[in-house]
């Protein structure tokens, strides 16, 4: 009788706007390996599924052999976890609902778990970051967009369809800017990279005050994040005002959910104190009164491709084995 192999790594893949990370990580939570491609040379989602499968396949056979990975797992902006699928992702440029993960387990002949990357940043926050031992937390990432994830009970809550924690196309400002999905005034509009530019270029609009943004070519959330270091009083007034908005969100979805924590991750955190201690006043303004002080609003500390690798192949571990090389 043949002796069952016991296969000891999986790969885990984060999907971003402009970068795509491929990792080995094995049973211990430790990254082997590590690749990454620029999502954006693949608009064609044939061609990048391509890429993907080739770029899985070349740094397993580099690292080991593709006969050790047991299971592949995906973060994707507006990926579903109940059905596999991108769906009408408003910032992805594959447009409609695409079965990625059938795509991928048809060509490796592996099991597939795809997620939203929320749900992979919170798995890997639960699993190596602040919610490290947390029963009941929620993730805000806000990056090109905003995702969200809500773990109660050590259960990640998808809903019905598997679109809960949505809170970035939830209304923050009545008939304010459009967003992508369609919607007037989402949280996602102010809050995430390109809400955060915009507020900007409005105050500079609005005001013929000197700062340093004007002679900027090509403004980012995290050069904006710079001239605050720099004391620009404009550039500090555009993250007070996007931390306020945020503040006010947080303190709603609190109000709801109750957890333990809210942690805020993604590339806008790295704006530090200029962003959380706007959004920390304006919360403790507008949190319902029972859960004043008893919520903990926290920064991410972890290496943000990394960690969103380490989610993903957290997803990976939870999918039933499967494989055409039995």
Known sequence: MAEAIIKSRVIGVDVSFETTTI????????????????TVDYPNINSFVNKLCDTIVNLSDANGGYHTIRSVGISVPSGNYRTGCIENSPNMPWKGVIPLAAMLRD???????LANDSHAVALGEHSYGSARGMRNFCVVAIGHGLGNSI??????VLGAHGFAGELGHTCAVENGRQCECGLRGCLETYVAEKGIVRTAREMMEASDRPTLMRDCTHLTPLVIKEFCDRGDAMSIEVY??????????????????DPEAIIIAGGISKAGHWLFDPIEET???NVFHNIKGKVKLLLSSLETRERDALGASALAWEVEEYSLFK
């Open 151 to 156: 773990c109660s009970n050590k259960e990640f």
């Open 23 to 38: 990792a080995i990580v094995d049973i211990r939570g430790s990254v082997i390996a590590k690749t990454d491609f620029p």
């Open 240 to 257: 007070r005002y996007t931390g306020q908005i945020l503040g006010k969100a947080l303190a709603s979805y609190a109000a709801v959910i």
């Open 107 to 113: 060509r490796l002949g592996l099991a597939v778990a």
């Open 283 to 285: 919360y403790n303004q």
